[in-house]
């Protein structure tokens, strides 16, 4: 074990080795040094996290009875990238994707029927996601659909796309059924549930609820719902 020296004489006369001054200095601050320690790896970890963490150019919602694979969600980015565009400038196009799953039935009078018991974090998910997500693009159950459009979350058709490129089937003016579309061929895309609602929110400070980022974002993503509406024409 190391010497310990407690009179100041002895570092003074510089007669401490190494190790018994490295001694000396671990058995004082052992607790500061190590709680320092804890803290610089808590700050490299946060830098090394921060720096590779990706920004999506897209961001996409889907919620439904069906579930979207991560080979599915991997291929649907993989056609975005040709779709999309490179909005914040780091050499490629990225997709994030939020999937909520929900359970969904109908009674004898084949009514739509949710169990909000068992889809209690799902709805949640939900409400977050329109209230302060990053998602732009939906594709919704109908349900969700209609509880959007009650709330005049959504885009009108009219308002972003031209007459030329206006799809079939318009639903209450502000979405499509994404298997109505040319682009619901492509890889991944095929593999969305063909009843999922395909539209797209308001932009920024555009309605009363209040999100995520701002309207360069908000561009990005209209210009990749746009080639999927005209994908074909």
Not at 88 to 97: E, R, S
Not at 116 to 142: A, C, H, M, P
């Amino acid at each position: 074990m190391a010497k310990v020296y407690d009179n100041p004489e002895r570092y003074d006369n510089g007669k401490m080795t190494l190790s018994e001054w490295i001694g000396h200095i671990w058995y004082h601050y052992k607790w500061a040094i190590g709680a320092a320690s804890v803290l610089i790896a808590f700050a490299v970890f946060t830098i090394v996290q921060l720096a590779s963490k990706v920004e999506p150019d897209i961001s996409i919602m889907h919620i439904g009875p069906n579930t979207l694979t991560q080979n599915t969600q991997n291929s649907i980015a993989e056609t975005l990238e040709d779709l999309g565009v490179d909005y914040n400038d780091d050499g490629k196009v990225h997709t994030n994707i939020v999937n909520i799953t929900v359970d969904r039935f109908t009674d004898e009078d084949n009514s739509y029927v949710i169990n909000f018991d068992n889809n209690n974090e799902g709805l949640k998910r939900f409400q977050v996601e329109i209230r302060t997500g990053d998602s732009i693009i939906y594709l919704l159950e109908e349900y969700y659909f209609n509880y959007c459009v009650e709330r005049d979350l959504l885009v009108p058709f009219a308002s972003i796309i031209d007459d030329a490129d206006m799809p079939q089937n318009v639903i209450k003016g502000c979405g499509v059924k994404i298997s109505d579309l040319e682009s619901y061929k492509l890889k991944g895309i095929k593999n969305i549930p063909e009843t999922a609602i395909l539209c797209i929110r308001r932009m920024p400070n555009d309605n009363e609820i209040s999100w995520g980022k701002g309207k360069d974002h908000w561009n990005s993503n209209l210009t990749a719902f746009k080639n999927l509406i005209k994908y074909g024409n």
